[in-house]
């Protein structure tokens, strides 16, 4: 070696002295031997060739492992002809591992987005596509060489050119936001009308400031067509259990009509009564389906609505001058036309027996019904202040407490009675679950 500058010395860390004058392959503890560099060289000085660019990776004693780039060419010196050789040395060890560990990335990138089972492009700022799985190449039926580097708007037929799409991604970058179930429904060549839905997301290298974009789609073409096909089932289905209920309904209140002609020709006042409570009991039933035709609905009635008004009705058709004074505390709660008949029915049992018989003569008193929805339970109360249930009456063999325990049997409840010269109070405790899943 003829000569080196400083900077070789401070960036190998070796001796001027140990240097100059030495063979290269004979530099320090022979770590510059190294046979393609050695080879390379010769080359040059036999043959007038020249280093380009050659990369040498090997550790030296003191500063340890470098990548070098090396630059040599052929120098002959006028008049003597001596001929040299000038070699550029460039300390690019991170610059290769950079590289190394990009690519190693990218072949990692590559294998994860190709093991996909949906189809996903990866965009450049520009839009652009850098990567797409081999999904996307399948459902859509393009090829590698029509897609990669091209932009988003170019692929295809334009089918992707969609102004709002664009717009959408275009503000993914600076704005770093993300696109989540956008919807794009188009003719796609070779595969016909699809609708797919798209999400996209920014992703961002630290150090290098690349900037990329994910775009994962999703064919629910399938399943949009059986959720309208659904729709559409269950629209017929309403509509025609909404039909029904006014047929129902319809039918109930012709058949209280007839009850009460009938009631009229009777002269015995114990026929005209059970008349007149069977007609009750229709009405209880037929409020139901008037209810339910009101509002619309065809599976469930909301318990407010519907008890209140069962009690204001049984409270004014009782034709007392002076009636209770009715407190209604009731929960809103969706009940099911299953549920909500049997506990209509309960309900019009028991004010019907207040009205009836705990009110002496015409004094006013309070009638009271509560629905509290608590947990897992359901707790009505219907409760009065009149004068109690005579103990010596057989109510246990009158109709209405029949019915009355069927009904609570039917919503799987349990029923407590207390009654005293003060009053008498109903609870029915029934499951939850006998409301939301009747």
């Not at 319809?250 to 409570?277: H, P, T, V």
């Not at 002496?360 to 629905?371: F, I, K, M, Q, Y």
């Not at 103990?391 to 325990?405: F, H, I, M, N, Y």
Request: charged share 25%; hydrophobic share 40%.
């Amino acid at each position: 070696m003829e000569y080196a500058n400083d900077r070789f010395f401070a960036t190998f860390d070796v001796d001027r002295d140990e240097t100059i004058g030495c063979a290269l392959a004979s530099l320090g503890n022979g770590q510059w031997n190294i046979p393609s560099l050695i080879d390379a060289l010769g080359r040059i000085l036999d043959h007038g060739h020249t280093v380009e660019d050659i990369e040498v990776d090997h550790v030296f004693e003191h500063i340890g492992r470098r990548v070098m780039r090396l630059n040599a060419r052929k120098t002959v010196r006028p008049g003597n002809g001596s001929r040299r050789i000038l070699l550029a040395i460039e300390d690019v060890t991170v610059e290769s591992d950079t590289a190394t560990q990009l690519e190693r990335e990218r072949l990692l990138s590559t294998g994860i987005v190709d093991t996909l089972r949906e189809p996903l492009l990866v965009l450049d700022e520009r839009l652009a596509v850098i990567s797409a799985s081999r999904a996307f190449y399948s459902s859509f039926h393009v090829r590698e060489r029509e897609t990669l580097g091209r932009r988003l708007d170019d692929l295809g037929n334009g089918q992707w050119a969609i102004p709002e799409l664009l717009d959408l991604l275009t503000n993914v970058v600076p704005k770093n936001t993300s696109v989540e179930d956008f919807e794009v429904r188009h003719d796609f060549p070779e595969i016909g009308e699809r609708t797919i839905l798209l999400n996209a997301r920014k992703v961002y290298r630290v150090g290098n400031h690349t900037h990329m974009l994910l775009l994962a789609m999703q064919d629910i073409t399938e399943r949009k067509q059986l959720e309208a096909e659904r729709a559409q089932a269950l629209d017929t289905a309403n509509r025609l259990l909404e039909e029904l209920n006014h047929r129902v309904m319809n039918s109930l209140a012709m058949i209280a009509g007839i009850i009460s002609m009938e009631a009229r020709k009777l002269s015995d006042e114990a026929a005209q009564a059970a008349f007149a409570r069977m007609r009750a009991r229709l009405d209880a039933v037929g409020r139901l389906y008037r209810t339910l035709s009101r509002t619309g609905a065809v599976d469930h009635v909301d318990s407010e609505e519907y008890l209140s008004a069962l009690a204001e009705d049984l409270v004014v058709s009782s034709g007392k001058v002076d009636p209770p004074r009715l407190k209604i505390e009731i929960d809103k709660t969706p009940l099911s036309t299953r549920t909500a008949v049997p506990l209509g029915l309960v309900v019009n049992e028991l004010i019907t027996n207040s009205l009836k018989y705990a009110f002496e003569g015409e004094g006013s008193g309070h009638l009271g019904v509560t629905l509290r929805v608590s947990g897992n339970e359901s707790h009505l109360t219907i409760s009065d202040d009149g004068i109690g249930i005579d103990p010596e009456a057989r109510v246990d063999s009158g109709l209405g407490q029949k019915l009355t325990e069927a009904f609570t049997s039917q919503l799987e409840g349990k029923m407590i009675t207390r009654s005293d010269h003060t009053g008498t109070t109903h609870e029915l405790f029934f499951p939850l679950e006998a409301v939301q899943n009747a």
